[in-house]
């Protein structure tokens, strides 16, 4: 009997990315945007899907709640069968964060709502204090009760001005979902600005919503009595979009990448831009190149909410900085705890002095192939990133949390010319 390994990325780095590709739809729309299918009772599609792993688990939660799907090149048909009711079951919750947007379509369908503990990345406590607090500003009563949470709302959900603690992007997703079918009008101030979110709120009204503002700080949501379906095209993966555009400049590439919105990435530009990388844009393009001996230089960057520089694209950046001239100070200020890469970087040679939340990286620094682990979807980007500029072969462990988050990041950097190869079957993939 032959023991089954666990599958890994082997990275032969080195070589300079170089060709054309087409992003993948985001997966942070395409989470809230098939919650949304609870809110009606008709059909509704969904273009430019990715294949992920996690956009599979969260269509195994609404089949249980009664919504059955099709997917298929990349389009996801969803067809509510009545009003849905039930509870995610505890494994398929703490499979992924996004779990816990069943919470505001159900309470405000059906009266009740309760989910178990949602799972996602391990990036530090990730409270859902602005979610609950929310909905009872809404009307709810909740409570928690040996880590599931219990919404109820008899009566209805009725609007109402709701000042988030913190602009959860979550918890702005749940809320705006909750309070499209409320009686009257919710403000939601200090809400989330993602793309997504403004994704999200497309969405909605196409499907009768009536919510503007959003992508703003303040959210107005008209309640109305029902939703019908919708036909919506996600918008591009920014952070894919993002990891590739920095595997480029680690392995001081020439990529054009299709299909992207280069106004979601203003902050990683202007930080590419300090380094000395050049982006050219076009519409919905955008070309990198970097000369095999540019100077590029270190700069400072912290994570912030958006339009601040992305939290998801920290550990990959991170990554880069070990390649540009100088000390850059990297402050992670969204999750307490998303600095894991920072010991696997090092295995490949990188100088990176330890600083809580603001390590200092010092470069540039020839890195050489290792043997390293990724802990989550964006740790495990870094990682691969760190694989491309090194000399040698790398084995990249946590394959799994990669193909919870990127449909096809290793086939993409083949694509463009990266010496990389899954080992290993994907039978074995845990979560
Ligand atoms: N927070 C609270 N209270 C809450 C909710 C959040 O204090 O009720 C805190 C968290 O502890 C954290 C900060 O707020 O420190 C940001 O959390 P947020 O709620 O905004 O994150 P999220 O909604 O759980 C989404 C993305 C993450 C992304 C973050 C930040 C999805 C499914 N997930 O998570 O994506 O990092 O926003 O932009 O949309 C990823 O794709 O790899 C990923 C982790």
Redesign the pocket.
């Given at each position: 009997m032959s023991a089954v390994t666990e599958p890994y990325f082997k990275i032969d780095g080195l070589r300079r990315l170089n060709g054309v590709l087409r992003v993948n739809g985001a997966?942070?729309a395409a989470?809230p945007c098939l919650a949304a299918s609870l809110l009606s009772d008709e059909p509704s599609r969904l273009r430019w899907v990715p294949d992920i792993e996690d956009v599979h688990r969260f269509l195994e939660i609404l089949s249980v709640l009664g919504v059955e799907s099709e997917f298929e090149d990349n389009e996801v048909v969803v067809r509510p069968s009545g009003v849905c009711e039930g509870s995610p079951p505890d494994a398929l919750a703490a499979a992924?964060?996004?779990s816990f947007l069943v919470m505001g379509p159900l309470l405000v369908r059906t009266g009740m709502a309760s989910c178990g503990t949602p799972g996602?990345?391990v990036?530090?406590?990730?409270?859902?204090?602005?979610?609950l607090a929310g909905f009872r500003a809404l009307g709810a009563e909740v409570e928690s009760v040996g880590g599931r949470t219990i919404a109820r709302a008899p009566t209805g959900l009725r609007g109402a001005t709701f000042v988030l603690?913190?602009?959860?992007?979550?918890?702005t997703e749940n809320l705006l979902l909750a309070a499209t079918l409320a009686k009257g009008r919710t403000r939601l101030v200090n809400a989330?600005m993602?793309p997504?979110i403004v994704c999200l709120a497309d969405a909605l009204n196409q499907m009768g919503a009536r919510i503007s503002g959003a992508g703003d700080h303040t959210i107005t949501i008209d309640g109305v009595e029902r939703l019908s379906g919708a036909d919506h095209e996600l918008i591009p993966d920014r952070?894919e979009s993002g990891s590739l555009l920095i595997a480029a400049a680690a392995t001081r590439g020439q990529v054009c990448l299709q299909g992207v919105r280069p106004d979601h990435l203003e902050a990683l530009l202007g930080k590419l831009g300090e380094t000395g990388v050049e982006v050219r844009r076009a519409p919905a393009q955008l070309d990198i190149g970097v000369g095999a001996n540019a100077r590029l230089l270190a700069t400072n960057l912290q994570s912030l909410?958006?339009p601040g520089f992305?939290?998801?694209l920290q550990a990959p950046m991170t990554a880069l900085l070990t390649q540009v001239e100088g000390t850059s100070v990297v402050h992670e200020r969204?999750?307490?705890n998303r600095m894991q890469h920072l010991g696997e970087l090092r295995k490949f040679g990188a100088n990176i002095i330890a600083g809580g939340a603001a390590p200092v990286v010092i470069g540039p620094t020839p890195l050489s192939g290792a043997v390293v682990r990724g802990t989550?979807?964006?740790a495990t980007a870094a990682l691969i990133v760190a694989a491309l500029a090194a000399e040698g072969e790398s084995r990249i462990y946590g394959v799994n949390h990669l193909s919870r988050?990127y449909a096809d990041l290793a086939g993409q950097l083949r694509g463009l010319g990266a010496d990389i190869e899954l080992v290993g079957s994907a039978d074995t993939l845990a979560n």
């Open positions: 997966k942070n989470l992924l964060r996004a996602g990345d990036i530090g406590a990730r409270p859902l204090d602005v979610h603690d913190y602009p959860s992007v979550l918890g989330a993602e997504e952070i909410p958006y992305a939290t998801d969204v999750f307490e989550d979807i964006r988050g």
